[in-house]
């Protein structure tokens, strides 16, 4: 069946490094990608999508490439902060009623 | 600003009370779906509708059941509490085109003693 991998967490930065969160999925078709944050105490929010293989999908200076070739969506932003500081979510959509499938998420600690 | 609602931040309950978590969402969205959160196994997906009084099992629905009598509502009843139903609840909706993604709610965080 249709699954995501991440990276393990928590990852801990200090401000203004470079970040990736590596994530990996299995699936049939052609699936689209999300990332989700969850700030402390908050739901889950959509941070950026992507529909098909190639797209790049960018929000808040975070990007995301769909890699179908590698089967990756990692997330990657140049320059974090500490706002940053929260757990991201990897996600698939499938083709066949668009339940999403969610990786186990990477906690991200931003120290100043 | 678009919004699903639910209608619990934190909850304490009894082992075997009946439990109703509430969710409401103000989209119009046809798809809505109830997840719990637990550490170090992400978000599973407990239910699910795509329309008023339909709904389909997710991946963990053994202690659960749902109703959705309107739209906009989508109700997820605890029918005997347990411990290990202590977690965080999250609801989401998404419209029939599933392309943009899921709207969620703020959770609830479920504690059961």
């Known amino acids: 069946g249709n699954s995501v991998t991440q990276m393990e967490g928590p990852v801990t930065l200090s401000e203004e490094a470079f970040l990736t969160i590596n994530c990996t999925y299995t699936a049939t078709g052609y699936p689209s990608l999300f990332w989700y944050v969850q700030y402390p105490g908050e739901g889950l929010q959509l941070l950026l999508k992507?529909?098909?293989?190639?797209d790049k999908g960018s929000n808040k200076g975070f990007e995301a490439t769909y890699r179908k070739e590698t089967t990756s969506f990692h997330l990657e932003k140049g320059s974090v902060q500490v706002s940053d500081s929260a757990v991201y979510f990897c996600?698939?959509?499938?083709?066949?009623?668009?339940?999403?499938?969610f990786g186990q998420g990477t906690e991200l600690s931003v120290k100043p | 600003d678009v919004k699903v609602t639910q209608s619990s931040r934190y909850l304490v309950k009894r082992t075997g009370e009946k439990v109703f978590l509430e969710c409401v969402q103000d989209m119009d969205h046809e798809n809505m779906f109830w997840y719990r959160q637990d550490p170090g196994l992400g978000l599973r997906l407990i239910y699910f509708?795509?329309?008023?009084?339909?709904?389909e099992k997710g991946d963990i629905p053994e202690g659960y059941s749902v109703s959705r009598e309107k739209k906009e509502r989508f109700s997820l009843i605890l029918e005997s509490a347990s411990t290990n139903q202590t977690s965080m609840y999250l609801c989401?909706?998404?419209?029939?085109?599933?392309?943009?993604?899921?709207?969620f709610g703020s959770g609830t965080r479920l504690t059961v003693v």
């Open positions: 992507a529909t098909k293989a190639d």
């Open positions: 509708s795509y329309d008023v009084k339909m709904k």
């Open positions: 996600a698939l959509a499938d083709n066949q009623g668009g339940k999403l499938i």
């Open positions: 989401a909706s998404s419209d029939r085109g599933f392309f943009y993604g899921y709207t």
